[in-house]
């Protein structure tokens, strides 16, 4: 029997920052994902391979270590995480792909957090809904991260294109916005927490001009919502635009994003900002009908993919 599990990755289209102040935020699922199949191994230690990231490891899932035998441990410690929620340490070999590029921002260490999960309450016949899938994955991501909003696990769960309103309700937009975006991002990954705190301390220091500064982030957050129901394109770019100005603003912005945003910017979108955290990582370019244009450029100095919005949230199955 084998266990099979994928869940999406996700990018910010707004919010980001603001949203930990309790403002809105707009994300969505990528039509990027994370797969996880799970299978008895007659191994003593439980296996974890990945071609994909060319790693495989064994897994001590009860002292929570593991003996990297190829390859860069970056994603072991959700999977331990995962594993000690749900597994009761019999031997499994674990085979994880992914297309969604480590790094890049879309939420990688959330899609495979939730992939695994679902693929092992699946693997021990467990009954479990996506709202608590969501909740127990959002755990882990805080047990390994320390910080960590729902966001991203709760996207990689549901899917579809989400306005995340102040009263924590995740609201589906109809409209998936039908054009392709595409992601740049730098390998100098940005630090969530630290990014964090460091808006905090500025927060703490010049409180009245960063909590309107947030609280305008969460009006354009609205103003980006009637732009989506209305499908007005040329507005929700305007709007990523005063997003990124005010990001940058907080002092989340890089030189390397900054780069990508004003090349993007030239080549054909029409929007673009940067996407989660900051401090490194990556920018989001709303370019409809000019993506190809914008990634070969952004792919000329940086990295780039091509993405789409999808409703597509966690999916699991058992193969006999
Ligand atoms: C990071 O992807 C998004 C932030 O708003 C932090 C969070 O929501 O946890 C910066």
Known sequence: MESIASAPGKTIL???????YGEPAIAGAVNR??????????????ILKS?????????????????????KPGIIRYILESLSKVHNHSPIEIDLSLDIPIGSGLGSSAAVTVATLAALYQYHGKKFNKKFLAKQAHQV????????????????????????SRDKRI?????????????GYTMKYGNTGKMVKSVKALKN???????????????????????????????????????????????VNTNELS???????KYGAIGSKLTGAGGGGSII??????????????????????????REGVLYRTNK
């Open 259 to 265: 780069r990508m945003i004003y090349i993007s910017r």
């Open 285 to 310: 370019a709303f370019c409809p009908g000019k993506e190809n244009q914008v990634f070969r450029i952004l792919s000329k100095y940086d990295n780039a993919i091509k993405v789409n919005f999808s």
């Open 14 to 20: 707004f919010g980001e920052h603001a949203v930990v």
């Open 171 to 183: 609201i589906k937009f109809k409209n998936l916005l039908n054009s392709s975006f595409v992601i």
């Open 141 to 164: 991501e805080l047990k390994v991260q320390g910080i960590a909003s729902p966001l991203d696990t709760s996207i990689s769960t549901f899917g579809g294109l989400v306005y995340l």
């Open 51 to 71: 071609k994909d990231l060319g790693f495989e490891a064994e897994l001590d899932t009860k002292k929570k270590t593991y003996i990297l035998k190829k390859g």
């Open 205 to 251: 220091k010049y409180p009245k001009i960063l909590n309107p500064i947030i609280k305008t982030i969460g009006e354009i957050t609205d103003e980006a919502k009637l732009a989506i129901v209305h499908n007005d394109k040329n507005r929700l770019a305007e709007l990523m635009n005063l997003n990124q100005g005010l990001l940058d603003s907080i002092g």
């Open 33 to 46: 994902r994370a797969t996880v199949k799970i299978k008895k191994t007659n191994n003593d230690l439980s």
